[in-house]
Nanobody, 123 residues
């Protein structure tokens, strides 16, 4: 059973901040790609922020650039998504995902391992 566990979601007003966490596991410590994706009601799941752990390359959706930051705590082996200046359109279920073998890191199709998600609601 894949152990990707998200936390940190909740409700906040527009302009607020939240930090999502993906708990330490063998996947957060050894994966070549890690990412945060989200799915709003009635919409397809989309990539929010992805990181190629080897190169350190980071990819953000245009809608979150300058507001969100993905980073990994190497000591704790946890993955985070810092979300600032939140907007109502950021409301969604947020998922942590991982890819263990080398390969592309951009598309959700590149990620075989997923958490159960954490809800973010911005009003």
């Amino acid at each position: 059973q894949v152990q990707l566990v998200e936390s940190g979601g909740g409700s906040t007003e527009a302009g607020g901040s939240l930090r999502l966490s993906c708990a330490p596991s063998e996947y957060t410590s050894s994966s070549k790609c890690m990412g945060w994706f989200r799915q709003a009601p009635g919409k397809e799941r989309e990539g929010v922020a992805r990181i190629a752990t080897g190169s350190g390359n980071i990819y953000y959706a245009d809608s979150v650039k300058g507001r969100f930051a993905i980073f990994k705590d190497k000591l704790k082996n946890a993955l985070y998504l810092q979300m600032n200046s939140l907007r109502p359109e950021d409301t969604a279920m947020y998922y942590c995902a991982a890819r263990r073998d080398p390969g592309p890191c951009l598309s959700q199709r590149d990620y075989p391992y997923w958490g159960q998600g954490t809800q973010v609601t911005v009003s």
